[in-house]
């Protein structure tokens, strides 16, 4: 099915250990995003790419790290594990010609002990 | 930067009752607007989206209004069902750039039967 793949959907890490959160997408589209949601609040944007081989911090980009290779991959990379990381990370896309359709996958909740 | 709130949570109705969640937003220029549910366990769906003033989104007999005037987008619904229930985010999007998504904190309902 068309859409943002997100693997793994679960996840329990150590204080230190490192990680990476892949996500896929299928529908050719140029913008993929980064979010993550704490309990009770909003999401709040980590980074975001505008295209293959663009990257940006958003607004709390701090621990973490991305790259763009390809149009389809947008993989988030977490190097030292710290407890305030655990959270559900959301990855989305949007297409060029349709600006408002974005998709979102369906998260990945992470947890560091 | 821009910015949505939102009315603060939780909700609890019973169901038919009329429903409406307050949504308003801090932005330059002329940013779209969107209502995102997230039901339990879920990922985020789009509920409804305006892209400029004075439209109105509805889906699902939910209806919002883009007031330029008032800064607002709030979320109503006549009836509401007890599959209603989820966390309902109001949020936009900047008509520049990477047209980066900006989330309210989150509204969880809950409907009685």
């Known amino acids: 099915n068309a859409g943002v793949t997100q693997t793994p959907k679960f996840r329990i890490l150590k204080i230190g250990q490192s990680m990476t959160l892949q996500c896929a997408q299928d529908?050719?589209?140029?913008?993929m995003y980064w979010y993550r949601q704490d309990p009770g609040m909003g999401l709040k944007l980590i980074y975001y790419?505008?295209?293959?081989?663009?990257?940006d911090k958003g607004e709390v980009p701090n621990g973490y790290n991305v790259s763009r290779s390809t149009t389809e991959d947008f993989p988030l990379r977490l190097e030292l594990a710290a407890p305030s990381q655990t959270s559900v990370y959301f990855c989305?896309?949007?297409?060029?010609?349709?600006?408002?359709?974005?998709?979102f996958g369906s998260g990945t909740r992470l947890t560091v002990v | 930067g821009d910015s949505v709130t939102q009315m603060e949570g939780p909700v609890t109705l019973s169901e038919e009752a009329f429903l409406t969640i307050n949504c308003t937003y801090t932005a330059t220029g002329y940013p779209s607007l969107f209502w995102y549910v997230q039901y339990p366990g879920e990922g985020l769906q789009l509920l409804l989206k305006a892209t400029k003033a004075d439209d109105k989104g509805s889906n699902k007999g939910f209806e919002a209004t883009y007031r330029k005037e008032t800064t607002s987008f709030h979320l109503e619904k006549g009836s509401v069902q007890v599959s209603d229930s989820a966390v309902y985010f109001c949020a936009l999007s900047g008509d520049q750039g990477a047209q980066k998504l900006v989330f309210g904190q989150g509204t969880r309902l809950t409907i009685n039967p």
């Open positions: 790419s505008v295209g293959a081989g663009i990257t």
């Open positions: 989305a896309s949007r297409g060029t010609g349709n600006s408002y359709g974005y998709t």
């Open positions: 529908m050719n589209h140029n913008y």
